[in-house]
């Protein structure tokens, strides 16, 4: 059964910082990613990482303070956030999906449960 599992989200000032981490179990992926979705407003990307590779891909709004990365041997993978803003605050998942393409904006099958970033003014 596979299984997506958030943590690190929680209350930070604008500015600060927060790690967001994923553990994933059941089989193994090729593309690991973030969205988020605020209050009336649909799920977004945020970042995306090949499993393998590594390499990485970023929303626009989140290039330069955002970071994925990912531990292959922990099966987890992480987002760094820095200089939060308070219109980041949202619901932020994490996502898997099995194959591989450039596009890590799309295609995924599984998803975790979330956890509440909110970012304070």
Partial sequence: ?????????????AGGSLR???AASGRTFSVMGWFRQAP???REFVAGI????GSANYADSVKGRFTIS????KNTVYLQ????????????????????YSDYS?????WGQGTQVTVSS
Wanted: net charge neutral; glycine share 14%; hydrophobic share 30%.
């Fill in 1 to 13: 059964q596979v299984q997506l599992v958030e943590s690190g989200g929680g209350l930070v000032q």
């Fill in 20 to 22: 967001l981490s994923c």
């Fill in 40 to 42: 009336g407003k649909e």
């Fill in 50 to 53: 090949g499993w393998s590779s």
């Fill in 70 to 73: 990912r531990d292959n041997a």
């Fill in 81 to 100: 956030m820095n200089s939060l803003k308070p219109e980041e605050t949202a619901v932020y998942y994490c996502a898997a999906r099995g194959r591989w």
């Fill in 106 to 110: 799309r295609g995924y099958d599984y």
